[in-house]
């Protein structure tokens, strides 16, 4: 099964879901694939597209998931690689009029250098991220917390009196 998730965000984002659903046309995907659109309003005979999924069934599609497709938002992200999920990734781009600016790319761009999902640039070549994530291990993700409270605590110490 592969999740598809828009996230929460206010201003829909079709370019995936079109590229998802021309995939599926194509035979490129054959898993079932759920959707979660938020508001993002899209209707399909190919794809379950639900509004909003709440977060104890969110967590079961995640799950059962073997792919997870998802815009750039850091959350969504962040739950997948804590569940070892392949992720395919796309920007939400402001000249769309997705978002209100382009910083999905900037985040993006530093997962993928860290090995964490795929960035896909070019939402036509749906194909050939799909046939990259089959073989794709993600790296897994190490959070830099406690680094950081030691940074601050650090600084504190230095420059507090």
């Known amino acids: 099964m592969i999740l598809v998730t828009l996230g929460t965000n206010d201003k829909p984002f079709t370019r995936l879901l079109d590229a998802v659903e021309h995939a599926i046309e194509e035979g490129i ?3 079932e694939v759920i959707v979660q659109a938020g508001f993002t309003k899209y209707k399909s005979d190919r794809m379950k597209v639900i509004d909003y999924i709440d977060r104890e069934q969110f967590a079961d599609y995640l799950a059962k ?3 997870l497709i998802t815009h750039g938002g850091a959350g969504t992200i962040m739950t997948g690689l804590n569940k070892g999920k392949r992720i395919l990734a796309a920007a939400r781009l402001s000249a769309y009029g997705e978002h209100v600016n382009d910083h999905q790319i900037q985040l993006l761009e ?3 250098s860290k090995g964490y999902l795929i960035y896909m640039k070019d939402l036509d070549q749906l194909g050939t991220y799909l046939q990259k994530a089959r073989t794709f ?3 897994p993700y190490v959070s ?3 680094h950081m409270i030691e940074q601050i605590e ?4 230095q420059n507090v009196d």
């Open 29 to 31: 995907i054959q898993e």
């Open 137 to 139: 291990t993600p790296n």
């Open 144 to 146: 830099q917390r406690d």
């Open 65 to 67: 998931a073997d792919l």
């Open 154 to 157: 650090t600084w504190i110490e």
């Open 110 to 112: 530093a997962f993928e």
